[in-house]
């Protein structure tokens, strides 16, 4: 999985994908922006052509696409959500990475799902804390995966 660079992330919103099969290609149909490819035979979201618009992370069947945004006051994370949407400023537990270590993060933003799609969709801010994990969070989205 390749991470966008910090400037990227301070200018917008951008998919990160760490796909586990990749037969399905329903990303690269999904993207309306043709910013998805193959490499190294994997899909890769190209941040410059990326608008984080959130179709290939709505779409994705394995939840595997996460949008992810930098800001002055913490780290933005879209991700797929499955079951009763949560209400704006509620909390909930979101990995930076899928499969990665669960955090805190404050919704601030969520779409159900729409006919076509695999997920509905939320977003929630990861706020600078000295919780561990919280820092570690922020961690993975200044500097990339450890
Ligand atoms: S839609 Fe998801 S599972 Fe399918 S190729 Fe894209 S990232 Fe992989
Ligand atoms: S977020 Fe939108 S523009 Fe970016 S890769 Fe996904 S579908 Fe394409």
Redesign the pocket.
């Known amino acids: 999985m390749i991470l966008p660079s910090k400037e990227r992330l301070l200018r917008g919103?951008?998919?990160v994908?760490a796909c586990p099969r990749e037969e399905c290609r329903s990303?690269l149909s999904?993207?309306?922006?043709?910013?998805?490819r193959i490499e190294s035979g994997r899909p890769y979201?190209?941040p410059d052509?990326?608008?984080?618009?959130?179709?290939?992370?709505a779409?994705c069947p394995e939840g595997a696409?996460r949008?992810l945004r930098l800001t002055n006051g913490g780290a933005e994370i879209t991700f797929p959500y499955e079951g009763e949407l949560p209400e704006l400023g509620d909390t909930v537990t979101v990995a930076p990475a899928a499969g990665g270590r669960p955090v805190p993060a404050r919704v601030v933003w969520a779409a159900p799902k729409r006919p076509n799609a695999a997920f509905a969709l939320v977003r929630a801010v990861i706020p600078e804390t000295d919780d561990p994990a919280s820092a570690e969070a922020q961690r993975f989205f200044q500097e990339g995966e450890h």
């Open positions: 919103r951008a998919a994908i990303c999904a993207c309306g922006f043709t910013a998805i979201s190209d052509k990326c608008v984080g618009c959130g179709g290939c992370a779409i696409i949008l």
